[in-house]
C-alpha cells in the first residue's frame, strides 16, 4: 500500500510518499490558477499509478479565497425581518466602548439578502409558514440577481429543516446551495448563519477544484483534510467547503 501525503501552498506543493516502510519527499512549484496541476505533476515525477493510491490532501484553495476576500457572488436567504442578521452579528466589536462606532462592511450586501417567510419558534412551532408565494416570490428574486451561490438560514432550522429543504427545491438548477440545517444544524443564529454563508460563499471554488482532482485521480482513494484534523473523503468535502478553511495548517500539524 502507497500513502501519500499533499499539502498544497501558495508557492510550492509538498510531496511525502510512505512507501514499504520508506519516506521520499518531494516539492515542485503550485499552479493557483489550477492547484490540481502541480498535484498531477508531482505524481508524476514520483513515478507513481494513481490505481490503489492513497491520498490525504492538506489544501488552502478555501483558506486563500476567504483572506483574499475572492468568494463568488452569493445570495442569503433568511426569514423577514432578519435579512440584515450577518451585518448586525453579535455585542463583540474592536472598539467595545466606543458609542459611535464605525460601521463594518456588511458580509453580504443589502441587495443580495433576501426575506421570506418559514419561521419557526423556539420549541419548533410555525409562527410564520412558508407559503407558495412567498416560493415564488424567492425563485423570481433569485433568477433576476444571478448568483453563483446561495446561503439558507432560517430560525430554529436545526429542529425541522423542511422550511429550507423546500426553499432548496425550487432553486434554479445549477446553483451550489448551502442549508444552515446541513452545514451547521444547531443553536445560535447567528454563527450558523456565518458558517452557512461561508460555505456557500467559497463552496463552488473547492467544489470546483475537488471534483477535476479526482476526476484526475480517479483510480486513487483522495481524502481532504479538515480544519478538526481529521480527514474526509474529497467527494464529500467539494460539498463542505467550510470545514476546510484551516485544511492546509490542520495537515501541516
Given at each position: 500500500?502507497?500513502?501519500?501525503?499533499?499539502?498544497?501552498?501558495?508557492?510550492?506543493t509538498?510531496?511525502?510518499l510512505?512507501?514499504?516502510?520508506r519516506?521520499?519527499?518531494?516539492?515542485?512549484?503550485?499552479?493557483?490558477?489550477?492547484?490540481?496541476?502541480?498535484?498531477?505533476?508531482?505524481?508524476?515525477?514520483l513515478?507513481?499509478?494513481?490505481?490503489?493510491?492513497?491520498?490525504?490532501?492538506?489544501?488552502?484553495?478555501?483558506?486563500?479565497?476567504v483572506?483574499?476576500?475572492?468568494?463568488?457572488?452569493t445570495?442569503?436567504?433568511g426569514n423577514?425581518?432578519?435579512?440584515?442578521?450577518?451585518?448586525?452579528?453579535?455585542q463583540?466589536r474592536?472598539?467595545?466602548?466606543?458609542?459611535?462606532?464605525p460601521?463594518?462592511?456588511?458580509p453580504?450586501p443589502?441587495?443580495?439578502?433576501?426575506?421570506?417567510?418559514?419561521r419557526?419558534?423556539a420549541?419548533?412551532?410555525?409562527?410564520?409558514?412558508?407559503?407558495?408565494?412567498?416560493l415564488a416570490?424567492?425563485?423570481?428574486?433569485?433568477?433576476?440577481?444571478?448568483?453563483?451561490?446561495?446561503?439558507?438560514?432560517?430560525?430554529?432550522?436545526?429542529?425541522?429543516?423542511?422550511?429550507?429543504?423546500?426553499?432548496?427545491?425550487?432553486?434554479?438548477?445549477?446553483?451550489?446551495?448551502?442549508?444552515?440545517?446541513?452545514?451547521?444544524?444547531?443553536?445560535?443564529?447567528?454563527?450558523?448563519?456565518?458558517?452557512t454563508?461561508?460555505?456557500?460563499?467559497?463552496?463552488?471554488?473547492?467544489e470546483g477544484?475537488?471534483?477535476?482532482?479526482?476526476?484526475?485521480?480517479?483510480?486513487?482513494?483522495?481524502?481532504?483534510?479538515q480544519?478538526?484534523?481529521?480527514?474526509?473523503?474529497?467527494?464529500?468535502?467539494?460539498?463542505?467547503?467550510v470545514?476546510?478553511?484551516?485544511s492546509?495548517?490542520?495537515?501541516?500539524?
Amino acid at each position: 500500500m502507497k500513502f501519500l501525503g499533499i499539502d498544497t501552498g501558495g508557492t510550492f506543493t509538498d510531496f511525502v510518499l510512505y512507501e514499504d516502510g520508506r519516506l521520499r519527499v518531494h516539492k515542485v512549484l503550485s499552479t493557483p490558477h489550477a492547484p490540481e496541476q502541480a498535484i498531477l505533476q508531482g505524481i508524476v515525477d514520483l513515478g507513481l499509478d494513481p490505481d490503489g493510491l492513497q491520498v490525504v490532501h492538506g489544501s488552502t484553495v478555501a483558506t486563500n479565497a476567504v483572506l483574499e476576500g475572492k468568494g463568488v457572488r452569493t445570495l442569503y436567504i433568511g426569514n423577514r425581518g432578519l435579512g440584515d442578521l450577518l451585518t448586525i452579528g453579535r455585542q463583540a466589536r474592536r472598539a467595545l466602548y466606543d458609542l459611535q462606532p464605525p460601521p463594518e462592511d456588511p458580509p453580504v450586501p443589502p441587495e443580495r439578502c433576501l426575506e421570506t417567510g418559514g419561521r419557526l419558534a423556539a420549541d419548533g412551532a410555525v409562527v410564520e409558514p412558508l407559503t407558495d408565494w412567498d416560493l415564488a416570490e424567492l425563485r423570481q428574486a433569485v433568477e433576476h440577481l444571478e448568483p453563483e451561490a446561495v446561503a439558507i438560514n432560517l430560525l430554529y432550522s436545526y429542529l425541522d429543516e423542511r422550511f429550507e429543504k423546500a426553499i432548496e427545491a425550487v432553486l434554479p438548477a445549477g446553483l451550489f446551495v448551502s442549508r444552515s440545517s446541513k452545514v451547521l444544524p444547531v443553536a445560535g443564529e447567528y454563527e450558523r448563519g456565518v458558517a452557512t454563508w461561508l460555505n456557500a460563499w467559497v463552496g463552488p471554488l473547492v467544489e470546483g477544484y475537488l471534483t477535476r482532482l479526482s476526476r484526475s485521480l480517479s483510480g486513487a482513494r483522495v481524502a481532504v483534510m479538515q480544519s478538526s484534523g481529521e480527514a474526509i473523503d474529497a467527494r464529500l468535502a467539494a460539498g463542505q467547503a467550510v470545514r476546510l478553511l484551516l485544511s492546509g495548517p490542520a495537515g501541516g500539524l
